[in-house]
C-alpha cells in the first residue's frame, strides 16, 4: 500500500487493501484538492495543513472519514464533491463545510463551532450537532434530502431549506430563524421540552409580521410553510397526548387557511367572507381553548340578545 501522502506528488488512486482499520494523515501538508481517492476503512484528517484554505475532496468514496482540525487553523473550508460516505466525523473544528452532489448515511459534529454548513443536491441520511456543537448557518437546497437531523445539546442561528427536504427535525433548543423557501419541505420536528417548542413556533409569528408589508406572493409562502409546520406540531402533540396544544393548532390551521383563501382570490365578497369566517372560527369558538375566544364569544352573545330584545321592545312599543 502507498503511503496516504503520496497524493501531494500526484497521485489520483490510493486504493486500501491491507488489514489495518485506520489510515491517519498526520502533519502532512495536502494538496487543495484530492481527486478519486477510495478507502475501505477509517481515514483520519489531524494537524493537517493544506496548500490553500480550502481543501476539496472529489470523486472520492470513503467508509468513514474524521477530521480532526484544532490546529489547522489557516484552512478554512472543506468540500466533499460527487463523493460517497459512509460516515463523516468532525471534532473541533470551526471551517465551512460543504456537501455538493454527494451521498452521504452519517455526519456527525462533536465540539464543532460551524460557521456554515452548506448542503446542495445531496442526499444525507443522518446529521447530528452534538456536545455543545455550534452551527451559524445551515442551508439545505437543490433538492437535497436530509432524512433526521438532529441538534441535542447544540444551537443552531439559522437553518434555511430551499427546495429540499428535512424528514424528521429533532432539537432541544429553540433556532433563532428558520427560513423556508418555496418548494421546500420540513415533514415533521419534535422539540423535548414544552418551551422549546413555544418559542419554536413564536419564530413563526416573528417571521409573519416582518412580512406584513411584503408582496401577495411572499405572504402566500410563508403561510404555506407556517401551515407546514403547525401539521409537525399538531402530529408532535397528538404523540404526547397533549389535547390543548392540538386545538391550539387545529385553530392557527383554520386562520391559515382563511388567510390564504383571502390572499388567492380577487373577489370583494369572497374576501369579506374570508375574514368573517376567520373571526367566527379563530376568535370567537375556536374550540373554547383559549380564555379569550371565550370571552368574546360571551360578549357577542350578550350583545345579539340584547340587539334582539331591544328590538322586540320597541316593536311592542310601537304596537300600543
Known amino acids: 500500500m502507498r503511503e496516504v501522502f503520496d ?10 487493501e491491507e488489514q489495518s482499520k485506520k489510515n491517519n494523515w498526520h502533519d502532512q501538508l495536502l494538496p487543495s484538492k484530492i481527486k478519486n481517492l477510495k478507502f475501505s476503512s477509517e481515514v483520519e484528517i489531524a494537524y493537517s495543513k493544506t496548500t490553500e484554505q480550502k481543501l476539496v475532496f472529489e ?19 472543506i468540500r ?4 460517497q460516505i459512509n460516515a463523516i466525523r468532525f471534532f473541533q473544528s470551526d471551517i465551512t463545510i460543504v456537501i455538493g452532489s ?11 463551532h460551524i460557521p456554515k454548513l452548506r448542503i446542495e443536491s445531496s442526499e444525507v441520511k443522518s446529521i447530528s450537532l452534538a456536545s455543545s456543537s455550534k452551527a451559524d448557518a445551515v442551508l439545505i437546497i437543490n433538492d437535497s434530502c436530509v432524512t433526521k437531523f438532529t441538534c441535542l445539546d447544540a444551537a443552531v442561528d439559522t437553518l434555511e431549506l430551499h427546495s429540499s427536504h428535512i424528514e424528521f427535525l429533532h432539537i432541544n433548543a429553540p433556532i433563532r430563524s428558520l427560513d423556508i423557501k418555496e418548494g421546500a419541505v420540513l415533514e415533521r420536528f419534535f422539540i423535548d421540552n414544552k418551551e422549546g417548542l413555544k418559542r419554536f413556533l413564536k419564530t413563526l409569528q416573528n417571521r409573519q409580521k416582518a412580512l406584513r408589508g411584503g408582496t401577495v406572493s411572499q405572504k402566500v ?4 410553510h407556517q401551515h407546514q409546520i403547525m401539521i409537525a406540531a399538531y402530529d408532535q402533540y397528538a404523540d404526547e ?13 383554520r386562520k391559515i387557511n382563511c388567510r390564504s383563501n383571502s390572499l388567492s382570490t380577487n373577489d370583494p365578497l369572497k374576501k369579506l367572507g374570508y375574514l368573517i369566517e376567520s373571526f367566527v372560527l379563530g376568535k370567537m369558538f375556536g374550540w373554547g381553548v383559549q380564555i379569550v375566544n371565550s370571552l368574546i364569544t360571551s360578549a357577542v ?17 310601537n304596537r300600543f
Not at 466533499?80 to 463523493?83: E, G, M, P, V
Open 301 to 317: 352573545i350578550i350583545i345579539a340578545f340584547a340587539c334582539i330584545y331591544f328590538q322586540a321592545l320597541i316593536s311592542s312599543y
Open 102 to 112: 454527494s451521498s452521504v448515511q452519517s455526519f456527525v459534529l462533536d465540539y464543532c
Open 59 to 77: 470523486n472520492c468514496i470513503f467508509d468513514t472519514i474524521s477530521i480532526k482540525n484544532e490546529h489547522a487553523a489557516h484552512m478554512k473550508e
Open 241 to 253: 397526548n397533549r389535547f390543548q396544544e392540538m386545538d391550539l393548532c387545529l385553530v392557527r390551521l
Open 80 to 83: 466533499f464533491i460527487n463523493c
Open 7 to 16: 497524493v501531494t506528488a500526484g497521485a489520483e488512486m490510493i486504493c486500501e
Open 221 to 224: 409562502v410563508e403561510l404555506k
